[in-house]
């Protein structure tokens, strides 16, 4: 007979790093949020504390975002003191290729877990919270009824359109039109009838392969130079836009970001950046919402709720609207003599 109880009690050695984990996912988009075990990070600014990560402790987002504890979809957040006093506490987003600058379906997860776990105060009908992260300072709100967080709200940070009708050379394929835009990360936002993907008849590994050699080449050729926050000068990811499944709602999404992740989910940053440029080109009015769908058919909600210059740009506020439930609670144990679980990446 097996001694289940022996299996319960059972803790590792001491000089094991002891991560604990509460995991939830946003529209299917998975978050892994770090609660306990952690080093703490010098800095007075969020990207300050970002940079301490990437210098002392990426070998731990490595551990806990990639196999054999994660995979390659798989997405995190650390928790940290606050940027601002008005502030409730900073976020670091995480994924398999290193560190964000922003991430909508995170804060709406973050919201979501902090509502229902108790871990802040909550009141009815809204519970608002104010998280500094990378790209800025995040407004969310979630609804409360009966004591019950239900869907979240976020004003996200400006995001504005660097490019609009621009050309890309791709192998293959030739030339191919796209927009660049900002919605607290940089996206290509490409219609997929330009690279012929067909929503009805997907392969993900093609999605993968095209969106990478799009992001690359845009990469290579384009210099981005956000108009306040140098950290923010990369390209992110691509975004494929197709018509809508459900004739309801407005389109469809697919953005695969860093090293090939796909999101399950809308794209609450990219979505906004999309926002932005529906706005430019006077297809969307102020305070109209459109409904994007995701890869697996899951939506959020998005709308510009305001007009703002950023430097020379003429740019928007967005605000995105979904919903994320909590899946579990993890406790993972990093051995320093395991150099397999160190992490790695299959596709």
């Known amino acids: 007979m097996i001694n289940f109880s022996k299996i319960s009690s059972w803790e590792p050695s001491k000089d094991v790093l002891e991560i604990k984990t509460i995991d939830a996912h946003t529209e299917g988009e998975p978050l892994r949020v770090v609660i306990k075990g952690f080093p703490s990070l010098k800095g007075n600014t969020i990207l300050e504390k970002r940079n301490h990560i990437i210098k002392n402790y990426d070998h731990i987002r490595k551990a806990i975002m990639l196999e054999p504890r994660g995979h390659a979809d798989m997405y995190g957040a650390v928790i940290t003191e606050p940027e601002k006093k008005s502030s409730d506490f900073g976020v670091i987003f995480m994924h398999n290729d290193g560190y964000s600058t922003g991430c909508g379906h995170a804060v709406i997860a973050i919201s979501k877990i902090l509502a229902e776990t108790g871990a802040i105060k909550i009141t009815e009908p809204e519970t608002e919270i104010n998280m500094d992260v990378p790209s800025g300072t995040i407004k969310s709100f979630v609804e409360i009824r009966n004591k019950v967080a239900h869907s979240i709200r976020f004003i996200n940070v400006p995001s504005f359109v660097e490019k609009m009708n621009a050309k890309i050379l791709i192998p293959n394929l030739g030339d191919i039109n796209y ?23 997907l392969k993900t590994s093609s999605v993968i392969d095209l969106g990478m050699k799009i992001k690359n080449a845009i990469a290579k050729e384009v210099k981005i130079k956000h108009p306040n926050i140098v950290e923010m000068n990369f390209l992110y990811g691509t975004i494929f836009t197709f018509p809508p ?57 998005v709308k510009v709720i305001e007009k703002i210059k950023i430097g020379p740009l003429n740019g928007v506020i967005p605000e995105v609207k979904g919903t994320a439930n909590i899946t579990g609670k993890n406790t993972f144990w990093i051995d320093s003599s395991d150099t397999i679980g160190e992490g790695f990446m299959l596709r």
């Open 245 to 301: 499944i459900n004739k309801k709602n407005h389109s469809k999404n697919i953005c695969v970001f860093a090293n090939g992740e796909v999101d399950r989910s809308p794209t609450g940053t990219g979505v906004s950046a999309r926002a932005a440029v529906h706005f430019a080109r006077n297809e969307i009015k102020l305070n109209e919402t459109i409904k994007i769908e995701s890869i697996i058919g899951s939506t959020f909600e």
């Open 179 to 201: 927009d660049l835009a900002f919605g607290g990360a940089y996206y290509a936002i490409v219609n997929a009838d330009e690279v012929g993907l067909d929503s009805q008849d």
